[in-house]
Every structure is written in C-alpha cells, then in structure tokens.
C-alpha cells in the first residue's frame, strides 16, 4: 500500500471518530457540525476517487448527500422530539461506524468491492426514510385517530441472533459495534459470555439464551456487539444482524415464556401477536 493511502485512511479514521463523538450535540451545534462534514467529504470523495476506491466513493458520496437533506431539517425544525433525535443520531454514527470500518479493511489490503462491509447501506436507508417523513408535506397525513388510552407506542431496535429475531428497547441502545474480539472468562458464567474493551472501557457481554455458555472469541464478518446502557452501566450483546427500528403499542406485545437455567430465572421473553420477536428483559437477566 502506498503512502499517500495509508495517510488517507489514518486521517480519515480519526475524523469519523471525531465526528462520532460530536453526533449527541448535532441539535445544539448544528451549524460547526454541518460545517464539518462540508469541508471533509468532498475532499475525502474525491480522494477516494483518485485511488480508485469506486465503492468506498459511492458510499461516501450517498451518505454526504443525506447529511445535506438532514440539515436543513435539524435547522429549522427545533421541536424535533427526544425520539426523532435518537433514531437520527443513531443512524448517523451508524453510518460513520461503517465508514470507519471501511478504511479499516481497506488499509489491511483488502479489496474494494460492494460486499466488503456487510448490510452497509442499511443506515442509509434508514436516513433517507427519516427524511422523506420529516419533509411530507402536512396536508398529505391523515389526521390520526386519537390512541385509546393506555395504548402507548414504544420504539424498539431488533437484530438476529442465530435463528431467532430479538427486539430491545431504542432508549437502551448506545452504539452497535462490528467485528470486536469477545475475550472468555477463564472460568464458566451463566450471565456472561465474555468481556470487550471499548475505547478503555471493559463491557460485559452477555449471555444469549440460546447459547452455549462463555463464547469463544466468536467472530466474523457479519457479527455485531450491540451496546447498550442499562441502568448507567454499560453492556453488550452478540448479534448475527442488525435489522431496523420498529414502533409498538405495549398490547401489541404478548408475555411468551420464562427461560429457567439451574432453577434460576434469567431470562423473561415476550413476542408480537403475528411474529416470533423476543423481548429480552435486561435488567431482570442482569440481577438474576
């Protein structure tokens, strides 16, 4: 690799971290954050451009485009709610995760080509459809018929994990991280499957029920750690794919089972009348 590539994919690394970090502020600091991301990606597309990089290039362009529809609407619409921002600044750092990761695998050799990261464009995906509802013109809506009371909607964030599809809660989610070394426990835990150390920090992943207990440094190309904060503590769990962002009313959900290991209950699953989507309760897992 020449010189002037592993330059570009070191800066480029450190600078969508940077603006990673900068996403939880884009509502009060929206015009440096704009401005940011205006004066590195036409370079950094044009770069990739001139290295031929055509993949990388069309991602990066794609995801440029989106930020320039996202602007304006964080600009003038200051009553976005605390929901609106959480899927936005999600999919956001989503989207720079996988730019970051892009030039991980570049840098290591490996050839640009449209699988290299997989479910890629998912986040983009989800941006252009924020977009298109937050730029609907009123007058096309409905006006909605009032919600019965009691019926609350909740969002939820929904991966797979072997042959299951499971479902947490979307204020519990802080970041979904792709291809991370799980280290085993030198001994056998049933909450635990391992640790990670992320940015200094070491988070305890936990133990899918449909697992075998500790996994040994699982890993591979469509694995993710789906982090997340519970109760002011952070931790993990492992995931095949990431799915989508989903809205349901609380009777839409249907209690299912009680998942026991040693007489002791972990694991508390609930489904959707018409699909098989597991609930996994967290806190109760965790303080079983």
């Known amino acids: ?49 001139k290295e031929n990089y055509p993949y990388l290039e069309k991602f990066s362009e794609n995801f440029f485009d989106i930020l320039k529809n996202i602007k304006p609407i964080v600009e003038t619409n200051k009553n976005l709610s605390e929901d609106d921002l959480t899927i936005l600044k999600f999919f956001m750092a989503d989207s720079l995760r996988v730019l970051e990761r892009y030039c991980e695998e570049l840098k290591k050799g490996f050839e640009d080509r449209d699988q290299l990261i997989s479910n890629k464009n998912e986040p983009l995906k989800f941006l252009e459809n924020w977009i298109k509802e937050k730029n609907r ?30 479902a947490i809660a979307l204020d519990q989610l802080v970041e979904v991280v792709n291809s991370k070394k799980v280290i085993a426990l030198p001994i056998e835990q049933k909450k635990f499957a391992g640790l990670i150390s ?77 699909e098989e989507l597991h609930f996994l309760d967290i806190e109760k897992s965790i303080a079983a």
């Open 1 to 49: 690799m020449r010189n002037v590539q592993k330059k570009l994919f070191d800066e480029s690394v450190k600078m969508f971290h940077e603006m990673g970090r900068d996403i939880d502020d884009v509502h009060k600091k929206t015009e440096s954050f704009f401005k940011q991301t205006h004066d590195f990606f036409p370079k950094f597309v044009e770069s990739a451009k």
């Open 198 to 274: 992320l940015r200094g920090e070491i988070i305890p992943i936990i133990n899918s029920p449909y697992d075998d207990y500790n996994v040994n440094n699982e890993k591979n190309d469509q694995t993710s750690i789906i982090i997340m904060n519970i109760e002011e503590n952070m931790v993990g769990l492992i995931a095949d794919a990431t799915e989508e962002v989903i809205e349901l009313e609380n009777a839409e959900i249907l209690e299912l089972e009680t998942l026991s290991r040693d007489n002791e209950k972990n694991y508390t699953f609930f489904k959707m009348k018409e």
């Open 137 to 166: 013109d009123p007058s096309e809506n409905e006006e909605p018929a009032a919600a019965p009371k009691g019926k609350r909607k909740s969002l939820y964030f929904t991966f797979v994990r072997k042959t299951r599809k499971f």
